[in-house]
């Protein structure tokens, strides 16, 4: 293990032949000195044991600088080998790890715990970033740390400065840089602010990124006045956050977000803007795949700007994907305006036309709460396939899925919901999906046990607004559209065999009830998904089932089925 582990990673950055191992402290007795000494290809091995200091990478690449969890794997060695900015004098020159040379992702840091940062102040852009590590105009690979106790803070007067990143944190310039920040724990750090923005308690990127198999947890974004909250888990932006009015004109980034959990993070406003309790997004490409985002909390003071609890997408660009994560238990009942798990926003305002501008598909959306819904979209075409939406509440409109689109109305539909699952979801109106302007269009989806208060329990579709919905099992009686056109569809109890992921018993009518595919009124040809949501090619038995899952009919014959 020991050999395999260093003969790998030595071999993925050292030049053969020079390359050389620098002990600390047994050759060097600071880390800072020990990469001072190497050349590109070293590695910098540090001995378990507190550092107070400060360690810049000076460019060099590539090099390795790690703890002897590179040796052997064990964790203990991250636990008892600390990077410690405690003692750090210069409080415009805090964080604890800087990139800022021109390094690239072959630079890494591996095996540390990374805490009492207090980050570092870009004087061009008036910002204060990366409480615990600081990446300015270069690449990174950072990864198996514990990065931890680090803060910003711009709430003494006069200082006005906006601040990125508790834990890891970049500058904002526009550059084609790359990032990797992969299987860290990235927990209980903040940025707080009084009179600017604050944004990403734990990480806040603006560059393309690979952000896979992290645990970010309990961060915090705060303000503590009007100023602006965002984001205490994750922020990330494909453009100069300077001048945000430019980011519909630049490049969008890539960022890759997978496997990661997001838990337990806060975003807290007094007067201002608080939300994205997990992560925000924009003007990128994303992929977020395989992420838990639970219990995210947005808490407000004030009732007269809101935000989102779990994550917020905005200004995507083609090809964005969010598939096979798991949106629970987020909670943004305190503030005015939130949606429960996920936002999609078209911040900008110009038209979108192209309607397969997002997909979200393969996704659970249990418990989560807010203003509105699950999933709340302003002005941006989406797919929706293979969702299981239970027990979401919204206090105004849209328990499950929330849609709205002004200005001219599309010859498309906006909005497409095909193979997914709706189940005790809960809103004022529409109770599973509320529709303005999107003429959504329904397949072989389950609506069952919804409620509202002032209309539409399965769906409340906006007086102008048009809805198709075939080949799905619905009441009627709990549809409010005036324009909707139905074909294919019953009326039954699908029979879950549990009311939390909606996997039907497999004597279920909805089993074969579904369709392969469907030409839509404006002539459009819609395939439904050849997978369900558990991974199983369809169809199993007959023919394609209603819902989020397919599975073979056992005529009144139990089975036992997977449960997530």
């Not at 078209?346 to 036309?353: H, K, L, S, V």
């Not at 709340?376 to 989406?382: C, Q, R, S, T, Y």
């Amino acid at each position: 293990m020991t050999k395999f582990l260093l003969i790998t990673c030595s071999l993925a950055i050292a030049v053969a032949v020079k390359a050389q191992i620098i002990h600390v402290p047994g050759d060097y007795p600071t880390i800072q000195l020990g990469i001072n000494a190497a050349t590109n290809g070293d590695t910098v091995l540090v001995s378990d044991g507190t550092y107070y200091e400060q360690i810049n990478f000076k460019g060099k690449k590539p090099l390795m600088v790690a703890s002897e969890f590179l040796l052997d794997g064990d964790t203990n060695h991250i636990n008892k080998t600390i990077l410690d900015g405690s003692q750090l004098t210069d409080n415009n020159n805090a964080s604890v790890v800087l990139f800022t040379s021109g390094e690239d992702t072959t630079s890494i840091l591996c095996g540390f715990t990374v805490r009492g940062g207090r980050g570092t102040w870009d004087a061009d852009q008036n910002n204060r970033c990366g409480g615990g590590i600081f990446i300015h105009r270069c690449g990174a690979k950072i990864i198996h740390n514990k990065i931890t106790a680090n803060t910003l803070d711009d709430t003494k007067p006069g200082s006005g400065q906006r601040v990125f990143g508790g834990g890891i944190g970049t500058n904002t310039d526009d550059l084609d840089h790359w990032i990797v920040i992969e299987h860290n724990q990235v927990f209980n750090n903040t940025a707080v602010t009084k009179f600017d923005i604050s944004c990403g308690g734990g990480i806040c990127v603006f560059y393309n990124t690979r952000i896979i198999g992290n645990f970010i947890a309990e961060n915090t974004c705060e303000n503590k006045s009007s100023s602006t909250t965002l984001e205490p888990g994750l922020f990330g932006m494909g453009g100069g956050f300077a001048h945000p009015y430019l980011v519909a004109n630049m490049p969008a980034k890539t960022m890759v977000i997978q496997n990661n959990k997001f838990q337990h993070n806060t975003a807290k406003s007094v007067n201002g803007l608080a939300e994205d309790g997990a992560a925000h997004i924009w003007n990128a490409k994303l992929i977020f795949t395989g992420n838990e985002v639970t219990n995210n909390v947005c808490i407000k003071t004030a009732a007269n700007i809101g935000g989102l609890v779990g994550v917020g997408v905005i200004d995507p660009a083609e090809g964005t994907v969010i598939s096979g994560n798991t949106f629970r238990k987020n909670n943004g009942t305190t503030a005015f305006g939130t949606g429960g798990a996920l936002l999609l926003e078209n911040f900008f305002g110009a038209p979108r036309p192209d309607p397969n501008l997002v997909m979200i598909t393969d996704n659970f959306f249990i418990d989560n709460c807010g203003s509105y819904s699950a999933i709340l979209d302003f002005g941006i075409p989406v797919i929706i396939l293979n969702n299981v939406f239970s027990g979401n509440h919204a206090a105004f409109s849209g328990g499950a899925i929330c849609l709205f689109i002004s200005g001219p109305p599309s010859v498309h539909h906006q909005a497409t919901i095909i193979n997914s699952s709706f189940y005790n979801n809960k809103a004022d109106s529409g109770g599973a999906i509320f529709s303005q302007g999107t003429k959504p269009l329904i397949i072989n989806s389950v609506f069952w046990g919804n409620t509202a208060v002032n209309g539409g329990s399965d769906i409340y579709v906006h007086d102008f607004d048009t809805l198709e919905i075939v080949y799905s099992d619905f009441k009627p009686a709990k549809v409010y559209a005036i324009h909707m056109f139905a074909t294919g569809n019953i009326n039954t109890d699908p029979l879950f065999v549990d009311m939390n992921n909606l996997i039907p018993q497999t004597w279920s009518p909805v089993i074969d009830a579904g369709t392969t595919s469907y030409t839509c009124a404006h002539g459009d040809l819609h395939l439904c998904p050849q997978f369900d949501m558990l991974g199983n090619p369809r169809p199993v038995g007959k023919g394609y089932d209603m819902g989020a899952y397919d599975m073979e009919s056992t005529f009144g014959i139990p089975k036992s089925v997977p449960v997530k």
